[in-house]
């Protein structure tokens, strides 16, 4: 049975589309079962009704056309209860509702299973038998197993709109949802960035020319047979006659009257060349893994081989000039940051791609340009999208298609008064962070890009909370020279002075890589990472630190910060390299004081050595991003669980107390530099909390100024009593969101409610 559930699955996912899939499935599953109907009924959210889909068994032409309500017949009743439901007879149930479209009269066994994704059900898999007998539990489990394990197709399906767009509906919009990599909105059209000589991420485009885009397959033709010719001689010395040959048949297989036909087909359709080469290669390679003959079956890694081979010559070839359209969606499986930096700025209205993290490099650089960008939104059909008009909700993490209008008008509002508001908290950059009351609090930037500069000092930064120094590391393909480093460094110094400006030392690990330096860990989150790499490496610690202190020549701002300190000994082991580093510079004649040196409170461990590390260190910086997710066990770049992940969670809020206390007891300071700080909402309990300084993006910052002036110390102090005593972290957002908008900040928490 294994082996059919493994068959069944495969060939679903090599359908070339879903309705294919569908009926795929119900045709496998019917003859697995050896019953005598499989239906597969999806849930319309649209339509409030659970439509069938593919059937094998009952009438053809019910298929798109029946459909039952949400709580109508043995099929909604299944998608209420969440389980399975095996009759011996149907007819003989209350909630059996009769559809007489679909000529199922004869069958009274029924078994359905509710076909579920992330907790949400998506369809009911049926199957019938005319004979009056209840399945047993290894055909139950079998119709379970298959479920759970296509729900995920389905799931795509789905998200993608694909699913009902057939049926004589309107055009409907399309919901995708991913992580917020920056806040805000934005409108546009979607341009695909997809890898070179990957054949699988090739877009569906029109053929501008279909004789040149023939000329373009012609001549990659000839270049691959030589290559293949080139091939096959080099060969002739290590293989035998039979290997030998394999090379004729890829010859064969580049003759013009056979894939290359089929090729030229589809642009005479009218499809791009590249795009018609994915087709043909896309059909072969489905139908030779559906062979039952293994050496058949190997077939298709010859021919993918080949189409790899034809679209590197293609695209080597034919580099046209991308042209961004005003107001582009740039959309990937993975934008690379340094993709983003080579394109035009001022044409990109927002970003989306299918994988990535809130904290990659690309979303960093996304915040620091103020591009509204959601990340690793799964579901997402790039080729299906490319040129089409996105809605990207950088809030809430959300991307949308097919828009409505009255949705477009909404947003369009959404942007303009964004756009007004940060507008209207211009004149506050001069302004102290100071609330109604005379409390004052330091308003800082996370920085890593020398981009970030110039807006940091805009929106009137008092200096650097968090100093990003991986970046420089992650942009090259070696570890960078201290001579580097000290003009990189310098630059930010340089540029703060005399504010002051908080370096973090080198922090990778986790979802933070070098590609020259790999760290292959089961789970990297609690391995190899951030302080733990350093010591063990002290070569590179004290090159960095040296870099560091070189820098501050003659500007004395430079703070000091270790990431991931989980004990006492660590963080006197890394004073003891910095010290070490700061006598070697003063020895060669460079006059710089020694700087203040803090660790970051970012794991449960130095939140009860809160007073122990404060003993020992200048002062101590909360990353709350790190904090949230080890405190939750909560992955916080895991979409499935991105719902679990809430920083405003009691034992999070009674954590962030308790450090500021610890801190504040040995007369240390001590601020936040992780995305709390950044959140308006959140960063008034912060100052309630009593932190001395707060480091966020520099978007954010205005913003947040906004808040701090428009309220009271002794208003926040009874909001943060009022939610210290609540034991539910989404009733505390609710909360804060109701008595924060009560107070005129509505407009300034926008953002955070619509998540």
């Known amino acids: 049975m294994l082996d059919t559930l493994r068959r069944i699955v495969q060939e679903v996912n090599n359908a070339p589309d879903i309705r294919s899939a569908l009926d795929f499935m119900a045709l496998r599953v019917r003859d697995a079962m050896g019953t005598e109907v499989c239906s597969i009924y999806l849930r319309d ?4 009704r659970y439509v069938l889909m593919a059937s094998e068994g009952l009438k053809r032409e019910a298929v798109g056309h029946v459909s039952l309500g949400f709580s109508e017949g043995l099929v909604g009743q299944v998608g209420q209860r969440e389980e399975p439901i095996n009759l011996e007879d149907a007819f003989a149930h209350p909630k059996f509702h009769y559809l007489a479209e679909t000529g199922e009269d004869p069958f009274h066994a029924f078994l359905g299973v509710p076909v579920m994704h992330h907790g949400e059900v998506l369809g009911v898999l049926v199957v019938q038998q005319r004979d009056a007998r209840r399945f047993d539990q290894s055909e139950e489990a079998f119709l379970v197993t298959i479920s759970a394990q296509l729900s995920a197709v389905i799931a795509h399906a789905h998200a993608s709109g694909v699913l009902f767009e057939q049926l004589d509906t309107p055009e409907r919009a399309s919901f995708y949802d991913g992580v917020a990599g920056a806040s805000g909105a934005a409108i546009g059209i979607a341009k695909l960035l997809f890898p070179e000589t990957d054949l699988s991420a090739v877009p569906d485009r029109d053929a501008e020319d279909v004789a040149s885009e023939i000329a373009l397959l012609d001549e990659a033709l000839v270049r691959v047979r030589q290559e293949i010719r080139d091939l096959a001689e080099r060969a002739k010395a290590s293989l035998g006659a039979e290997e030998q040959a394999l090379f004729d048949v890829y010859l064969r297989m580049l003759d013009r009257h056979a894939l290359p036909a089929e090729v030229i087909a589809r642009i005479r359709e009218g499809q791009w060349v590249q795009g018609a080469l994915r087709m043909v290669v896309d059909a072969h390679v489905h139908n030779f893994e559906m062979m039952d003959d293994p050496y058949l079956r190997e077939r298709a890694a010859d021919v993918r081989d080949l189409g790899r081979r034809l679209l590197t010559q293609l695209q080597s070839r034919n580099r046209r000039q991308i042209e961004y359209p005003a107001h582009c969606i740039l959309m990937g499986d993975d934008i690379s940051a340094p993709m983003l930096m080579e394109l035009p700025a001022e044409r990109i209205a927002g970003i989306v791609t299918s994988r990535g993290s809130r904290n990659s490099h690309m979303a960093i650089v996304a915040r620091a340009m103020g591009i509204p960008t959601v990340v690793g939104c799964q579901n997402l059909p790039l080729k299906k999208l490319d040129g089409k008009e996105l809605i990207v909700d950088g809030f809430r993490g959300r991307v949308v298609a097919n828009a409505s209008v009255e949705l477009k008008q909404q947003f369009e509002e959404i942007i303009a008064e964004e756009e007004s508001l940060l507008a209207g908290l211009e004149k506050l950059r001069d302004e102290p962070a100071q609330t109604e009351d005379g409390v004052r609090v330091q308003l800082q930037v996370n920085t890593g890009l020398m981009t970030d500069i110039n807006r940091s000092i805009e929106r009137g930064a008092e200096g650097v909370g968090l100093y990003r120094t991986e970046i420089p590391f992650m942009v090259r393909d070696r570890f960078p020279s201290e001579e580097e480093q000290r003009a990189i460094y310098r630059e930010q110094l340089a540029a703060f002075a005399p504010m002051p400006v908080t370096m973090r030392t080198l922090d990778i690990g986790g979802d933070k890589s070098l590609s020259y330096f790999p760290i292959e860990e089961e789970n990297p989150f609690l391995g190899w990472r951030g302080i733990r790499v350093t010591l063990d490496h002290p070569e590179i610690f004290i090159v960095q630190v040296r870099a560091m202190l070189k820098a501050a020549e003659g500007f004395d701002n430079l703070r000091i910060m270790l990431p991931m300190i989980t004990s006492v000994f660590e963080a006197e082991e890394a004073q003891h390299l910095i010290h070490r580093a700061w006598l070697e510079v003063r020895e060669e004649g460079i006059d710089v004081a020694m700087p203040p040196v803090g660790v970051m409170i970012e794991v449960p461990a130095s939140v009860y050595q809160a007073r122990a590390l404060a003993q020992r260190v200048d002062f101590l910086s909360v990353g709350t991003n790190d904090l949230t997710q080890y405190l939750l066990a909560v992955d916080r770049n895991n979409r499935q669980i991105a719902d679990l992940y809430n920083s405003l969670h009691p034992a999070v809020l009674h954590a962030l107390l308790h450090v500021v206390e610890q801190a504040h007891e040995e007369g240390k300071p001590v601020s936040v530099c992780g995305e709390m700080a950044g959140d308006p909402a959140s960063a008034l309990l912060l100052m309630a909390m009593g932190y001395d300084a707060l480091s ?41 969101d109701l008595q924060l908008t009560k107070v005129g900040l509505g407009d300034l928490i926008r953002h955070r409610k619509s998540g």
Not at 702 to 728: H, P
Request: hydrophobic share 50%; no cysteine.
């Open 45 to 48: 959210n649209t339509a409030e």
């Open 696 to 736: 966020m993006s520099a978007s954010n910052l205005l913003r947040v100024k906004a808040a701090v002036r428009k309220v009271s110390m002794g208003f926040l102090r009874r909001l943060l009593n009022e939610v210290l005593a609540m034991d539910n972290g989404e009733v505390i957002a609710s909360y804060m």
